[in-house]
């Protein structure tokens, strides 16, 4: 196992398409988590899962995004009708449920254009 | 309001020597202080954390210092070397009912030869 993956590395989108992008965790880690993090700035958080629920979810993830983790395995975020302001790095991270410590992967820098 | 401040944005230093990244919080709920470590174009990395009942943690030449009464803890960095370059986030976690992780801004190291 080499860590976290996501896919794809770069997108770049015209405003108003969909995207969608792809995390697969550390196999054991139970606990999945995305972040947004743009220019100069902390990771932001998005969403967290453990196993195939969804737990907890902020107040930046509005209701043109969505996140799923169907068997508790990988997960994929969707963006719909994108904005400009959605232009950032999203990064995917996980965890054991008793390790607070995250494994962040290299993330998905998203353009939207 | 759960925030993170860190200090400073960005930091010079001359190799050998040290570096020290300071982080203040607010929120008495957090219980785990990590430092993650950010390289161009990759996620960020966990370097070092600690909990509030202790005083300082080293690993390496890297320590954490924290002040529980102040709210502050800091990351020292001994021994600078170019291959620290980096830039460095400090975070807060709460494990109560919430699983996210709290970012400060970032703090861009340069360590000069």
């Known amino acids: 196992d080499t860590g976290v993956s996501q896919d794809p590395r770069h997108k770049i989108t015209k405003r108003g398409q969909n995207v969608t992008f792809r995390c697969d965790p550390i196999s054991e880690h139970n606990r999945l988590y995305w972040y947004r993090q743009t220019l100069g700035q902390g990771p932001e958080f998005l969403t967290y899962?453990?196993?195939?629920?969804?737990?907890?979810k902020s107040r930046l993830l509005s209701d043109r995004f969505s996140a799923e983790r169907p068997k508790g395995s990988f997960s994929t975020l969707e963006i719909q009708r994108t904005e400009q302001g959605d232009s950032a790095m999203y990064l995917c991270?996980?965890?054991?449920?008793?390790?607070?410590?995250?494994?962040f992967g290299s993330g998905t820098r998203l353009t939207v254009v | 309001q759960q925030q993170v401040k860190q200090s400073p944005q960005s930091l010079i230093v001359q190799k050998g020597g040290i570096s020290i990244i300071n982080c203040a919080y607010e929120n008495t709920a957090f219980d785990y202080f990590p430092w993650y470590q950010q390289f161009p174009g990759k996620g960020p990395a966990l370097l070092i954390a600690?909990?509030?009942?202790?005083s300082e943690k080293k690993e390496g030449r890297f320590t954490i210092s924290f002040n529980k009464s102040a709210k502050q803890f800091s990351l020292h960095i001994m021994d600078s070397q170019p291959g620290d370059s980096a830039t460095y986030f400090c975070a807060a976690y709460s494990g109560a009912g919430s699983y996210q992780l709290t970012f400060g801004k970032g703090t861009k190291l340069s360590v000069i030869p």
């Open positions: 899962f453990q196993n195939e629920a969804q737990l907890e």
């Open positions: 600690i909990r509030p009942d202790v």
């Open positions: 991270a996980s965890s054991l449920v008793q390790d607070y410590g995250y494994t």
